[in-house]
Nanobody, 129 residues
Framework: QVQLAESGGGLVQAGDSLRLSCVAS????????????MGWFRQAPGKEREFVAA????????EYADSVKARFTISRDNAKNTVYLQMFSLKPEDTAVYYC??????????????????WGQGTQVAVSS
């Protein structure tokens, strides 16, 4: 059972930056952090969970939601078992609980929440106008 722990959320003003981190632990079956594609998703009050960004197990070809493209950057450090989400130029509509997730399905990271098996507890990001 993989455990994922997010951190780095907070209350910021529009235009500010934040970096979220997600540390993974608890692998089984000989897996390592490098076994998993990693994704970031977010859920705002009253809305469904939506895809934000994803990165494949190799670190190549990140995927982004159109709403965050050119403002957010996903990266991973397999030696530190950590995936990051660097967020620039934050907007009030970015306010949500942000979750990281891990998947071993497929050859590239998926944008679908259903492809992810393990989820963190989430970290709150609030952006004031």
């Amino acid at each position: 059972q993989v455990q994922l722990a997010e951190s780095g959320g907070g209350l910021v003003q529009a235009g500010d930056s934040l970096r979220l981190s997600c540390v993974a632990s608890g692998y089984t079956f000989g897996h390592t952090f490098g076994t998993y594609h990693m994704g970031w998703f977010r859920q705002a009050p009253g809305k469904e969970r939506e895809f934000v960004a994803a990165i494949s197990r190799s670190g190549g070809t990140p995927e982004y939601a159109d709403s965050v493209k050119a403002r957010f950057t996903i990266s991973r450090d397999n030696a530190k078992n950590t995936v990051y989400l660097q967020m620039f130029s934050l907007k009030p509509e970015d306010t949500a609980v942000y979750y990281c997730a891990a998947s071993w399905v497929g050859s590239v990271a998926s944008t679908s929440p259903g492809s992810y098996t393990f989820w963190g507890q989430g970290t709150q990001v609030a952006v004031s106008s």
